[in-house]
């Protein structure tokens, strides 16, 4: 099993339209996490972070179940240019042993 | 604020050509890595470094070597290219790997294609 899973996509929503991602992590003992966004040849660039009693930031909203291992990114109100891939990173802290690692990201795609 | 810098942003090897790609970041950042994306695979780290003169091997670290003999640049070098070593090289930056508050700040990225 994969450290980090998400499901590649494309998810094609209407604009308007409210689109939920997840993303599985199998170390019980990840403490950080958080959801990127990253445009097509482009760099990838920090969203949200993602804590344990969910956060809010506009039409995002990120939330975390530890008991089932996963992170979700919830979007509302759909813009066009919410179009990209959305990277999940999640992290399990040992000092400078942290580990890193990140998902290999689901597609978007926005539609008129 | 020039942020993380990375050169070349393209480039094409033979096999056996060795090259090295340049990270800079003016953030005053302790940690830097580096990465490689490939189709499917997502970012997967090669190397990294959490102060000035340290190194560290990431995930997919054979065939490659790092310096990092100043603060602020992150040396990533290809002894002699594979065509298995075509990807988009991404260079990051943060303050902290274990802060809640961690960051990663990317750079550019280099695209490579050995042939």
């Known amino acids: 099993r994969k450290e980090v899973e998400q499901d590649p996509g494309p998810f094609n929503v209407p604009e308007g339209a409210t689109v939920a991602f997840n993303c599985t992590y199998s170390?019980?003992?990840?403490?950080?996490f958080f959801w990127y966004r990253q445009d097509c040849r482009k760099e990838p660039k920090l969203l949200m972070s993602?804590?344990?009693s969910g956060n809010e930031d506009g039409r995002f909203t990120a939330q975390l179940n530890r008991a089932s291992q996963y992170i979700s990114l919830l979007i509302r109100d759909s813009k066009l240019s919410d179009s990209a891939t959305y990277l999940c990173v999640v992290i399990v802290v040992a000092g400078t042993a942290s580990k890193l690692t990140f998902g290999t990201g689901t597609r978007l795609q926005v539609t008129l | 604020n020039a942020g993380v810098t990375q050169t070349p942003k393209f480039r094409v090897l033979k096999t056996g050509q060795s090259m090295t790609l340049l990270c800079a970041q003016d953030?005053?950042?302790?940690?830097m890595y580096w990465y490689r994306q490939d189709p499917g695979m997502g970012l997967r780290l090669i190397h990294y470094?959490?102060?000035?003169?340290?190194?560290a091997k990431g995930e997919v670290p054979d065939g490659y070597n790092v310096s990092r003999l100043k603060k602020q640049n992150f040396l990533l070098g290809l002894e002699s290219a594979a065509p298995s070593q075509t990807s988009v090289y991404f260079c990051?930056?943060?303050?902290?790997?274990?802060?809640?508050?961690?960051?990663?700040?990317f750079g550019p990225g280099t695209r490579l294609t050995v042939t």
């Open positions: 170390n019980s003992a990840s403490q950080s």
């Open positions: 993602v804590y344990s």
């Open positions: 990051a930056s943060s303050y902290s790997l274990g802060s809640i508050s961690y960051e990663q700040y």
């Open positions: 953030m005053n950042h302790e940690y």
């Open positions: 470094s959490v102060g000035e003169g340290t190194t």
